[in-house]
T-cell receptor, first 108, second 114 residues
């Protein structure tokens, strides 16, 4: 059983829609990362957070430590947001454990 | 400044051969990580280096895999006697330290074992 669960696995949205991707993990963590991977491209780190909320442009990441849950939101989605979004967590003294990713397609 | 670079970008090798994959981290980054992404699969941790500490090799799938980091900078991942199941994209990342830092990923090396 993967210790990091993402949902949905696949998501298709229309341009302009508000998008939410969810990540749940099994035990307390020291940090959670959200990563973006474009088709055929490399991986970009979007956020690293251990509490609260972070915002960068149209992207917002939140984490609820008590619920062991994080969400990545995209406001006013655009076709260029189409990518795989990956949640990864780090437990103390361990390397990152990755979710299986959410494949997002934003249609014009 | 320059990001994480990896070479080669693509490598095709015959089953049974040894391969070496190279990673140049961002200058000054003390932590370096190797990951693997098999076709249609998620990311998988292989090994990480932090400063002068002993590397964490807990993710290496078999003793055919090894890695070294010379002078605290460049790292080489070596796969001996390659098997078809080793075919994957091998990604390197670096960060300024071990804890509390974002990781910066290289473009990856796509390894195909025929």
């Amino acid at each position: 059983k993967n210790e990091v669960e993402q949902s949905p696995q696949n998501l298709t949205a229309q341009e302009g829609e508000f998008i939410t991707i969810n990540c749940s993990y099994s035990v307390g963590i020291s940090a959670l990362h959200w990563l973006q991977q474009h088709p055929g491209g490399g991986i970009v780190s979007l956020f690293m957070l251990s509490s609260g909320k972070k915002k960068h442009g149209r992207l917002i990441a939140t984490i609820n430590i008590q619920e062991k849950h994080s969400s990545l939101h995209i406001t006013a989605s655009h076709p260029r947001d189409s990518a795989v979004y990956i949640c990864a967590v780090r437990w103390e003294r361990r390397a990152l454990t990755f979710g299986s990713g959410t494949r997002l397609q934003v249609q014009p | 400044g320059a990001g994480v670079s990896q070479s080669p970008s693509n490598k095709v090798t015959e089953k049974g051969k040894d391969v070496e994959l190279r990673c140049d981290p961002i200058s000054g980054h003390t932590a370096l990580y190797w990951y693997r992404q098999s076709l249609g699969q998620g990311l998988e941790f292989l090994i990480y280096f932090q400063g002068n500490s002993a590397p964490d090799k807990s993710g290496l799938p078999s003793d055919r895999f090894s890695a070294e980091r010379t002078g605290g900078s460049v790292s080489t991942l070596t796969i001996q006697r390659t098997q078809q199941e080793d075919s994957a994209v091998y990604l390197c990342a670096s960060s300024p330290g071990w804890a509390g830092y974002e990781q910066y990923f290289g473009p990856g090396t796509r390894l195909t074992v025929t």
